[in-house]
């Protein structure tokens, strides 16, 4: 059974570009949720969708944002991108996102903004 | 609110010693606690999770965790610690209903394992 795939896998954008970052979860899980990794915060949770809405997010600037599709991929939308925004973006997935629900994670999509 | 707690940066444990990371968290609702190790370059790997029930939770590995009500903690372990064990190490907690069907999973800052040989 495949697991998460995210793409792509490292990236290098200049400041006040955007970027798309992909997600395929594993199948039949219908909740993708998406988070940061950085060094100085640590895990810090970007939103979660579920059948194509999403239901929770974050605190990150409107500049992050998100859908997922009716086949339940999703993908992240950062614009004017700042130095700030190198981090490890990790997506996961789960069956419903119900809390015992285990969560999956993928490799994670590394993004570089020089 | 929900918070984890992981009072270790680091811990260094001898290769065949039994080892220990901690975390303690608070939740509102029944807690959801699980495990998950990184490795360099890598996505976060699942170790286990406590649902309900037996407060001993085994998982992958030879990892287990034990779940305390009164100390509200999740502490993992391992009888016999391999250099491989090496890596990154992450509680995090769902119990807070975020609305929606939704739980929101929170994680704490890591620990980072070494294995000395």
């Known amino acids: 059974k495949a697991g998460v795939t995210q793409t792509p896998r490292y990236l290098i954008k200049t400041r006040g570009q955007q970027v798309t970052l992909s997600c395929s979860p594993i199948s039949g899980h219908r909740s993708v949720s998406w988070y940061q990794q950085t060094p100085g915060q640590g895990l810090q949770f970007l939103f979660e969708y579920f059948s194509e809405t999403q239901r929770n997010k974050g605190n990150f600037p409107g500049r992050f944002s998100g859908r997922q599709f009716s086949n339940s991929r999703s993908e992240m939308n950062v614009s004017t991108l700042e130095l700030g925004d190198s981090a490890l973006y990790l997506c996961?997935?789960?069956?419903?996102?119900?809390?015992?629900?285990?969560?999956?994670f993928g490799e994670g999509s590394w993004l570089t903004v020089v | 609110a929900q918070s984890v707690a992981q009072p270790e940066d680091q811990v260094n444990v001898a290769e065949g010693n039994p080892l220990t990371v901690k975390c303690t968290y608070s939740?509102?609702?029944?807690?959801?606690l699980f495990w998950y190790v990184q490795y360099p370059n890598r996505g976060l790997q699942f170790l286990l999770k406590?649902?309900?029930?037996?407060?001993l939770v085994k998982g992958s590995y030879g990892f287990e965790a034990e779940f305390n009500k009164s100390q509200t903690s999740f502490h993992l372990k391992k009888p016999s610690a391999l250099v491989s064990d090496s890596a990154l190490y992450f509680c995090?907690?769902?119990?807070?209903?975020?609305?929606?069907?939704?739980?929101?999973?929170?994680f704490g800052k890591g620990t980072k394992l070494s294995v000395i040989p």
């Open positions: 939740v509102s609702g029944n807690p959801y």
């Open positions: 406590y649902i309900t029930g037996d407060n």
């Open positions: 995090a907690v769902r119990g807070t209903y975020s609305g929606a069907g939704s739980y929101q999973l929170t």
């Open positions: 996961a997935s789960s069956r419903t996102g119900a809390g015992g629900d285990t969560i999956y």
